[in-house]
């Protein structure tokens, strides 16, 4: 009388072919998540640029003059290739400009930051603002420009147009933006 049934050997084979599918199966997904997380972070990291830049661009348009510096206690900002110091009108609690007061915006590079700050005037309803636009930046370049055709590059206190491109790691972009000049 013969018994049905599974052998040691065949048990041995069935588990064994088990351990390399699930290794296998191990090894496709954690290459699947790897490669998900590095599309994420270069998806984040574009997004981080273009919405740092659309800050920028805004604040371009609304500036009426780029200042030759400004002072904050110790720290004095000056305009120059990788700083940009924007002189904007201050607004009242209706949103109406104040005249002959400024609130001032700055954009520099912090180490590998794109840093952010407004100092507004004491007159001014706009709030302070310390914050960090964009993360691991290599660096930022501010260009300015006079209203020739073509532009010739100026000092920024003369300037008209700006444009400014920010390098990360992976990503090169570039805004350009007209000053309000009211």
């Known amino acids: ?3 049905s049934g599974m052998t040691l050997i065949e048990i041995l084979v ?21 490669l998900f997380s590095n599309q994420s972070s270069k998806v984040e990291e574009g997004l981080d640029v273009n919405d740092a830049l659309m800050i920028i661009r805004r604040d371009i348009k609304q500036a ?18 990788t700083q940009l110091v924007l002189k904007i ?6 949103g ?7 609130d001032y915006f700055i954009y520099f ?6 840093s952010y700050k407004v100092f507004p005037d004491l ?3 706009r709030k302070s603002v310390d914050r960090i636009l964009s993360t691991d930046i ?15 590059e100026v000092t920024p206190i003369s300037a008209i147009n700006i444009k400014a491109t920010l390098v990360l790691d992976q990503t090169v972009a570039t805004s350009e933006a007209s000053l309000r000049n009211d």
């Not at 590079?109 to 794109?114: D, P, S, V, Y």
Request: avoid cysteine; glycine fraction near 8%.
């Open 14 to 34: 069935a588990m064994f072919i088990s351990v390399i599918v699930g290794g296998l199966l191990l090894v496709i997904m954690t290459n699947s998540a790897g």
């Open 138 to 152: 290599k660096t930022i370049i501010f260009q300015y420009f006079d209203k020739n055709i073509p532009p010739n």
């Open 1 to 3: 009388m013969k018994q």
């Open 64 to 81: 009426g003059s780029i200042a030759a510096s400004y002072t904050n206690g110790p720290t004095t900002y000056t305009p120059g290739a």
């Open 96 to 102: 109406d400009i104040i005249p002959e007061t400024y």
């Open 89 to 94: 009108p201050s607004v009242d609690n209706n």
């Open 109 to 114: 590079q912090n180490n590998k930051f794109l």
């Open 123 to 125: 007159l001014s309803q």
